[in-house]
């Protein structure tokens, strides 16, 4: 397996740290506000990576923090006149909510950094202790001229840094670069008692702190937007690195930016997609979907032109999986044909060439275009006629695909009253019986009920089957 490591800028063979165990940390966010279209591409992307991970046998660590303390959390408290505790739980919750919609799994833990205080505290007098760090007044700054390899992810020098530096410079400083590990309260802030002064930790040790206690010392994989390779990414090497004397993440990977309708999104523009108005218009499937057709470090442009094409590609996915179970049910039960046995042979050649393009640095695209060849070829052989054993050998590996990949799902936030599957069929029994008896207005009540409930059925001459809208 190739993963693309923004470290060394190429593509580099994965060897894990434990045979077949992976250890992945993905910033998460700061939880102030509902989450953006942007923000759903790291979610579906490092998911994705996980999933596949998880389906050739690794055991995954997944951890993913949420960043519970923060001036805009605090700023943001303040002006709806609530306290921050309140606020984080709410937005916390809507993002799980969030990301159950797009169909991300639960990461292996959820750290807050409210609650790795004693953490983040040790790290930072090790940084100290070792003279990477100083405090001046209440305030502790990380010396970036103490770490000879500052600037290794981002490939910036540090001179060039300094002398072009647009952040606010401290007089207490001793280096313009210098970024803080712990900074005294404001009046009204929250705050935590440390060695230094009552106060909070600056951002970027956080990250360095739930890595050191989660995954250890040394991981494998650490991943989010690009937006966070300088500085955070950068800062956290250095912090991590200084205080350990270990290599921090063997593997660093980075998501390209979303851009919409070919700009930039932005609130001044006018063009900022909060993620569940998208959701609730093309659905959070589609969302998903929408993600994963292009490779994760290429450009992504979002239009709603773009968002229906990819709803019309997904449709046709789910269309082939509804083709399937209705083709099982009437499938004959004989032993499998000449041609079938070998059409098995070139079934086995698609999951070749998706896991070819998974490896490949996890090129969603083209393991995307393997679903879409196997549509064809389910649409093509797996139809009236075909044996059971030949059709459940077809649907076993398109879900087995599909799955992989978190395509097909009950998306978005479902009625609590929507039909299972089996009670689908129970309405379904009663419209035929009701046809039968020739009481056709009972029979189109049945039908339209059924389509209130997101279900539409088709009469065929093989019997009557039904997909979800």
């Keep these: 397996m190739k993963i693309y490591n923004t470290l060394t800028k190429q593509k580099e063979t994965f060897k894990p740290i434990e045979e077949n165990k992976v250890r992945m940390y993905v910033c998460g966010p700061t939880v102030y506000n509902l989450i953006h279209i942007g923000n759903a591409r790291p979610y579906i992307v490092f998911d994705t990576v996980r999933r596949y991970f998880e389906a050739i046998g690794y055991d ?16 943001k408290a ?50 100290i202790q070792k003279g990477f760090a100083y405090e001046v007044e209440g305030t502790v700054y990380f010396d970036t001229t103490a770490f000879n390899e500052y600037g290794k992810l981002s490939k910036k020098v540090l001179d060039e840094l300094e002398a072009g530096a647009r952040i606010e410079v401290a007089q207490e400083k001793k280096n313009p670069m210098d970024f803080v590990l712990w900074k005294p309260k404001k009046d009204g802030e929250p705050y935590w008692e440390s060695p230094w002064s009552e106060g909070r930790p600056g951002w ?76 609730e218009a093309f659905g959070y499937d589609t969302v998903r979907f929408f993600m994963l057709s292009a490779h994760y470090r290429s450009p992504l442009n ?84 075909a044996t059971k054993d030949f059709t459940q050998a077809v649907y076993d590996e398109f879900m087995k695909l599909v799955n992989i990949l978190g395509l097909i799902y009950e998306s978005g936030e479902e009625k609590a009253h929507a039909l299972s599957d089996d009670e689908v069929q129970e309405y379904i029994a009663k419209r035929t019986a009701a046809k039968k008896a020739r009481d056709f207005a009972e029979a189109d009540r049945i039908r339209e009920f059924l389509k209130e409930q997101g279900v539409l059925i088709e009469d065929t001459r093989e019997g009557v089957r039904f997909k979800r809208i």
Aim: include cysteine.
């Design 60 to 75: 995954v660590n997944y951890v993913q923090n949420f960043t519970d303390v923060d001036d805009k959390i605090i700023n």
């Design 78 to 127: 303040n002006e709806e006149g609530r306290s921050t505790t309140e606020l984080v739980e709410e937005y916390i919750s809507e993002t799980l909510q969030d990301a159950k919609n797009l169909n991300v799994k639960r990461a292996t833990h959820h750290p807050r950094v409210t609650e790795e205080m004693d953490g983040i505290i040790k790290l930072i007098e090790t940084l």
């Design 204 to 279: 970027h040790i956080e990250c360095s702190a739930m890595c050191k206690k989660y995954l250890g010392e040394t991981i494998d994989i650490h991943a989010g937007g690009e937006d966070l390779v300088f500085p955070h990414h950068e800062n956290e090497i250095a912090q991590s690195e200084a205080a350990n004397g270990k290599t921090f993440s063997n593997y660093w990977m980075h998501n390209s930016f979303l851009n919409i309708d070919n700009h930039k999104m932005s609130k001044s523009l006018g063009n900022f997609k909060v993620l569940r108005d998208v959701g």
């Design 302 to 385: 979002y239009s709603n032109d773009l968002m229906e094409a990819a709803k019309n590609g997904l449709e046709r996915i789910k269309t082939c999986k509804s083709n399937l179970e209705f083709a099982l049910i009437h499938a004959k039960g004989e032993p499998l044909t000449n041609e079938e046995t070998v059409l098995l042979e070139e079934l086995k050649g698609f999951e070749f060439k998706f896991h070819e393009a998974m490896q490949d640095d996890f090129n969603t695209a083209d393991a995307i275009s393997v679903v879409f060849e196997l549509v064809k070829f389910a649409n093509t052989y797996a139809k009236e006629g």
